[in-house]
């Protein structure tokens, strides 16, 4: 399956950006999905997962409050709505498949695209 993360762009501290990541086809199994997001020289770090359903949501500590991670199984998206952005939120992004469920190592996650790019100015 393959996954692409678009929605990114230039803003300002304290703008709002909302990610969308598209599957080329519905994802057998009832998979979490999650986000995770890196900078140059550093490793990837989980941002935000959800179950199934939706009913039940996981987030770094770093962006507990201003980001929300939802999906529409039914549309195959699964989003990320990022609010009150910081520079510290500048990062390419990329939407995942989680494996196992419940995971924040990214050797849990597959499916990982190209990743949008989202950068926040101060």
């Known amino acids: 399956v393959q996954l692409q993360a678009s929605g990114g762009g230039l803003v300002q501290a304290g703008d709002s950006l909302r990610l969308s990541c598209a599957a080329s086809?519905?994802?057998?199994?009832?998979?979490?999905m999650g986000w995770f997001r890196q900078t140059p020289g550093n490793e990837r770090e989980f941002v935000a997962g959800?179950?199934?359903?939706?009913?039940?949501?996981r987030y770094a500590d770093s962006v507990k409050g201003r980001f929300t991670i939802s999906r529409d199984n039914a549309k195959n998206t699964v989003y990320l709505q990022m609010d009150n952005l910081k520079p510290d939120d500048t990062a390419v992004y990329y939407c995942v498949r989680d494996l196992v469920g419940g995971s924040t190592d990214e050797r849990l996650f597959d499916s990982w695209g190209q990743g949008t790019q989202v950068t926040v100015s101060s």
């Open positions: 959800v179950d199934y359903n939706g009913w039940h949501t």
């Open positions: 086809r519905r994802i057998p199994g009832a998979y979490d």
